[in-house]
């Protein structure tokens, strides 16, 4: 009984596979703009770019600004060239043979195997390999080509420079943090700092959620000094050395207001 099995599965294989059409490619990934949510990034197009459907990202005092994974996939390369080529470059595998490269990194922030989705920071930007100043240098791959870059489906603009702003993460981008004062409520602000109108407050112990951060006027609370300012609502600012949100700085993948 098993051997008659196995043939007839065999014999409906053959035939599933020769009335089967060549399957089609697999459809792309689809890509987000590889820096967080909110972000407004210049990006750069140029037929003499090694490869050249490469994208050069800019903005300004862009240096250490995070860069994120561009689509859901598995990093499978995070090398140093040194002081050639890519230099400090990270590669995501999203399957289907498609992969995207991020060079010219300052720093990692993943491992060699490590499942990334939508707005993980992989790393930051810098001017590492044969780099002339701070951008990141953004590729897609189909089977090792380099093919034209496409966010949300759209194509980059090939040639010229273009503003892209970034969907990445969006969905997931809230954070989220508990007031400490010590007793105190804390005043909410209309705007990133003290000298913004107080619009009420929140009680010390209170679980707020963050839409988004932002720089503001210096305060000096219960965790140290910061000019980082919490966004929980429409209107509604509070100053962030008095939330604990487990982060010194930024919260990573919560976007800048
Ligand atoms: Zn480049």
Same mark, same amino acid.
């Given at each position: 009984?098993?051997?008659?099995?196995?043939?007839?599965?065999?014999?409906?294989?053959?035939?599933?596979? !020769?009335?089967?059409?060549?399957?089609?490619?697999?459809?792309?990934?689809? !890509?987000?703009?590889?820096?967080?949510?909110?972000?407004?990034?210049?990006?750069?197009?140029?037929?003499?770019?090694?490869?050249?459907?490469?994208?050069?990202?800019?903005?300004?005092?862009?240096?250490?600004?995070?860069?994120?994974?561009?689509?859901?996939?598995?990093?499978?390369?995070?090398?140093?060239? #040194?002081?050639?080529?890519? #230099?400090?470059?990270?590669?995501?595998?999203?399957?289907?043979?498609?992969?995207?490269?991020?060079?010219?990194?300052?720093?990692?922030?993943?491992?060699?195997?490590?499942?990334?989705?939508?707005?993980?920071?992989?790393?930051?930007?810098?001017?590492?390999?044969?780099?002339? #100043?701070?951008?990141?240098?953004?590729?897609?791959?189909?089977?090792?080509?380099?093919?034209?870059?496409?966010?949300? &489906?759209?194509?980059?603009?090939?040639?010229?420079?273009?503003?892209?702003?970034?969907?990445? &993460?969006?969905?997931?981008?809230?954070?989220?943090?508990?007031?400490?004062?010590?007793?105190?409520?804390?005043?909410?602000?209309?705007?990133?700092?003290?000298?913004?109108?107080?619009?009420?407050?929140?009680? $010390?112990?209170?679980?707020?959620?963050?839409?988004?951060?932002?720089?503001?006027?210096?305060?000096?609370?219960?965790?140290?000094?910061?000019?980082?300012?919490?966004?929980?609502?429409? #209107?509604? !600012?509070?100053? $962030?050395?008095?939330?604990?949100?487990?982060?010194?700085?930024?919260?990573?993948?919560?976007?800048?207001?």
């Amino acid at each position: 009984m098993r051997k008659r099995w196995i043939s007839l599965l065999a014999t409906g294989l053959l035939v599933a596979g !020769f009335l089967t059409p060549a399957s089609p490619a697999m459809a792309a990934p689809t !890509f987000r703009v590889p820096f967080p949510c909110g972000q407004s990034w210049s990006g750069q197009t140029r037929s003499d770019h090694s490869p050249a459907y490469a994208v050069d990202f800019n903005r300004t005092d862009d240096l250490g600004d995070p860069v994120v994974a561009s689509a859901p996939g598995t990093v499978d390369r995070v090398t140093n060239l #040194g002081n050639t080529s890519y #230099g400090k470059y990270v590669r995501i595998n999203h399957g289907g043979g498609y992969s995207t490269y991020y060079a010219h990194l300052n720093g990692f922030n993943v491992s060699v195997g490590q499942t990334v989705g939508y707005g993980k920071v992989i790393g930051w930007v810098g001017s590492t390999g044969g780099s002339t #100043g701070p951008h990141l240098h953004y590729e897609q791959r189909l089977n090792g080509s380099d093919i034209q870059v496409r966010f949300n &489906g759209s194509l980059a603009l090939y040639w010229g420079t273009k503003s892209y702003s970034s969907g990445n &993460g969006c969905s997931s981008g809230a954070g989220s943090g508990t007031v400490d004062t010590s007793g105190t409520p804390l005043t909410v602000r209309s705007g990133p700092g003290t000298g913004y109108a107080s619009v009420g407050t929140v009680a $010390d112990g209170a679980k707020v959620t963050i839409a988004c951060q932002t720089s503001g006027t210096s305060v000096t609370g219960t965790y140290g000094t910061s000019t980082i300012w919490d966004r929980i609502g429409s #209107g509604r !600012f509070i100053a $962030d050395a008095y939330v604990y949100t487990g982060y010194d700085g930024y919260i990573p993948n919560v976007p800048r207001c």
